[in-house]
């Protein structure tokens, strides 16, 4: 009986220490806010949610599209002989339905965000709050590059998300997301931040994603992805999901980014992105060595536009840019995204290393030729929307071929529609070669008429006309 009793003791302990080593984690995952036991004592989540689902709504966009007809209709044989009459030749529209989420802001002024590929086209919103009450909204502003759309409802006694801060995210944090999937209604799921600072997808303009593995599925778009202290950590954008189903890999636009785009969209309805007037490139070992500096993370810059703000500030090629208004550069894609955030006439700081030295440079942003952010080749006519920089070490058939590389693409730019793709490299101009941005500048200035490039495409070389 005693040793009976010497190892229940034993067990108990061993129970404690566990459920101690389990606890305390959770524990710190919510400090201000404590874990919540229902009436049986077991864990639960519900009450945060009866707080914060009520500030999340699903979005259903009505639009009208025109039905393409039979080309055989334009046959006049065709026609006579099932004896057609001009009107039923008319095109004919038909109206689409298509649903998202929303997450509501501001509960005075009835602020909504959504995805502005939810609302794109749309001709009439309905914004559906979580007790069934349904409201007709207008779209305030909408912004393509970072994938965010602003709304305003008039309804009273509606419940808004406090708004967090991403940049404390780390990778671990639990997180659940909130939407519409598949227009089945209000549905949560639950997981952690998977990764953070996602770009490259090719899925936005401005991409510096969370990542989560919290379940989203189409209809999620425009949902909230919110901490467990109840705060707004993004708005949930995209899944990757070769399938067509969630498979764990979901993406948020990080709500430290919406505001800013949500703040310039309720001022002027659009975003109005200041221009920092430079090419750049990924700081890599080898541009390390190159330029005697100690590897690390940040942008190099390539080349500084004349009668910009970057060079009014005094930013020259070779700088490599740490951080922007004390927050760390990890690539040139973060800087593009960082910079796209700066509105017009806004002062920024900018630390830089020149000469293996640290310098720290004031710029105030300006209005780009194009509007755009303007950290790569912009400008370029019928090119803009693209960002082009010279073949780099790392790159392939860098060495092997001269040509221009298309670093990124904006998704409805002119560039994109005609067929171009990111890592396309652009070898010349109405066959006319070119070896860097200044060559294909002077090319596309020459071109009148049709525009053609020839590109390479992984192993292919293909030629690419636009008109």
């Not at 600072?197 to 899925?203: D, H, Y």
């Not at 221009?275 to 942008?299: H, R, S, W």
């Amino acid at each position: 009986m005693t040793a009976f009793a010497s190892r229940l003791g034993r067990m108990v302990l061993a129970l404690c220490i566990c459920t101690l080593t389990f606890a305390l984690p959770l524990a710190a995952q919510t400090a201000d806010r404590p874990l919540y036991l229902n009436e049986d004592g077991l864990p639960t989540l519900a009450p945060l949610l009866a707080e914060v689902t009520p500030a999340v709504v699903n979005i259903a966009v009505e639009s009208r599209q025109t039905a393409e007809l039979n080309p055989l209709f334009n046959d006049p044989f065709f026609r006579r002989f099932f004896d057609l009459q001009p009107f039923q030749q008319q095109p004919q529209t038909r109206c689409q339905m298509s649903a998202g989420s929303g997450v509501i802001i501001d509960a005075e002024e009835g602020y909504v965000l959504t995805n502005h590929h939810v609302v794109e086209n749309g001709d009439r919103i309905i914004v559906t709050l979580k007790d069934r009450r349904q409201f007709e909204a207008t779209l305030i502003g909408s912004d393509p590059g970072t994938d965010i759309a602003l709304l305003r409802i008039e309804a009273d006694d509606l419940r808004a998300l406090d708004l967090g801060d991403s940049d404390r995210l780390q990778v671990g944090d639990y997180v659940l997301a909130i939407g519409n999937p598949f227009g089945l209604g209000q549905t949560v799921t639950s997981g952690i931040v998977s990764a953070l600072g996602r770009s490259g997808l090719n899925i936005e303009g401005y991409e510096d994603f969370i990542q989560t593995d919290a379940s989203i599925n189409p209809g999620n778009s425009g949902g909230a992805l919110v901490t467990l202290d109840g705060r707004l950590a993004g708005i949930n954008t995209a899944i990757i999901a070769p399938s067509g189903g969630n498979v764990g890999i979901g993406f948020a636009v990080p709500v430290n980014m919406v505001a800013a785009v949500a703040d310039q969209l309720a001022e002027f309805g659009e975003v109005r992105r200041g221009q920092l007037g430079v090419m750049i490139q990924d700081f890599t070992p080898d541009l390390a060595e190159a330029l005697g500096i100690d590897a690390g993370l940040g942008a190099v810059i390539t080349q500084v536009e004349p009668d910009s703000a970057a060079a009014e500030a005094g930013l020259q090629p070779g700088d490599l840019i740490v951080s922007v208004d004390g927050r760390a550069i990890a690539s040139s894609a973060d800087l593009r995204s960082q910079i796209g955030l700066k509105r017009i006439g806004k002062r920024i700081e900018i630390e830089i290393i020149r000469d293996g030295q640290p310098r720290t440079l004031d710029v105030i942003m300006r209005r780009g030729a194009q509007g755009g952010a303007g950290q790569g080749a912009r400008g370029l006519g019928r090119l803009s929307g693209a960002d082009l920089r010279n073949l780099q070490p790392g790159d392939p058939f860098y060495g092997d071929l001269s040509g221009v590389v298309i670093a990124s693409l904006e998704p409805d730019s002119r560039p994109a529609h005609a067929g171009l793709k990111v890592g396309d490299i652009i070898l010349a101009v109405n066959r006319v070669p070119v070896a860097s941005v200044s060559e294909v500048r002077q090319q596309l200035a020459k071109v009148d008429g049709a525009l053609a490039l020839t590109i390479q495409r992984g192993s292919a070389r293909i030629f690419l006309v636009m008109r």
